[in-house]
């Protein structure tokens, strides 16, 4: 049942993709989510990216976010990624909403988010904006592991008003600890209504340390 239920999340997210490669790239990244109540996180995260199939250095980012969960359903977020390229530094903020479903007595979870993001150059000062639509379908495969597929789509805005790129997903969570999370994932992203016809094969490895400051952590 297990393996029938990832099959099913890989199928989801890989019916849309392409045959053409043109760029392989690597995400590494090292962070820790630090929960101060039930309803506070702070997440902080230092990634690195590779490209050319992972043999040359893409960029490097420090991100600081901060969430807020009013209900056990809903969770809101703002962020800030200071990124560090080759032709210089560049800004990121975002906001998100989340909302995350469970059926009861289900292994299943669904997820959505909404985000608006804005990168500007620090150089010039150029700036570029958009919404990102994501939808999740998770599946608890056991204690320690849970699988998932993503579907998202980037809407641009700055007086474009289009769909821009699709990116696709599958991947799994292993909860090593209650303290140490490791993320695994495949993405392929490609770019839509576009002349400039970009299709990206992204292999994701990331971890995370957990710290609970709550009351009911200390105990």
Request: glycine share 6%; aromatic share 16%.
């Amino acid at each position: 049942m297990k393996i029938a239920a990832f099959s099913l999340f890989l199928l989801t997210s890989v019916i849309c993709f392409g045959q053409t490669e043109t760029n392989e790239v690597l995400w590494t990244g090292l962070g820790t989510k630090i929960k101060f109540n039930k309803k506070i996180r702070l997440d902080l995260e230092q990634q690195v990216r590779f490209q050319n199939e992972f043999k040359n250095y893409a960029y490097t980012f420090t991100e600081f976010g901060l969430n807020y969960k009013p209900t056990t359903k809903i969770r809101l977020a703002g962020n800030y990624r200071y990124m560090t390229y080759e032709r210089g530094i560049r800004h990121r903020y975002a906001l998100e909403a989340h909302y995350t479903f469970k059926p009861k007595n289900s292994n299943f979870y669904f997820h959505i988010r909404e985000r608006f993001q804005a990168f500007i150059w620090q150089d010039n000062n150029s700036s570029t904006s958009n919404i990102r639509n994501l939808i999740t379908i998770g599946y608890k495969a056991a204690k320690l592991v849970r699988i998932y597929t993503t579907q998202e789509w980037f809407y641009r805005l700055d007086n474009i008003n289009t769909l821009t790129t699709y990116r696709g997903t599958a991947g799994i969570n292993w909860n090593i600890s209650t303290a140490i999370t490791l993320m695994t994932y495949y993405s392929y992203q490609k770019s839509i209504n576009s002349t400039f016809k970009k299709n990206t094969h992204i292999i994701g490895l990331r971890g995370f340390y957990k710290i609970n400051l709550s009351k009911k952590g200390k105990k």
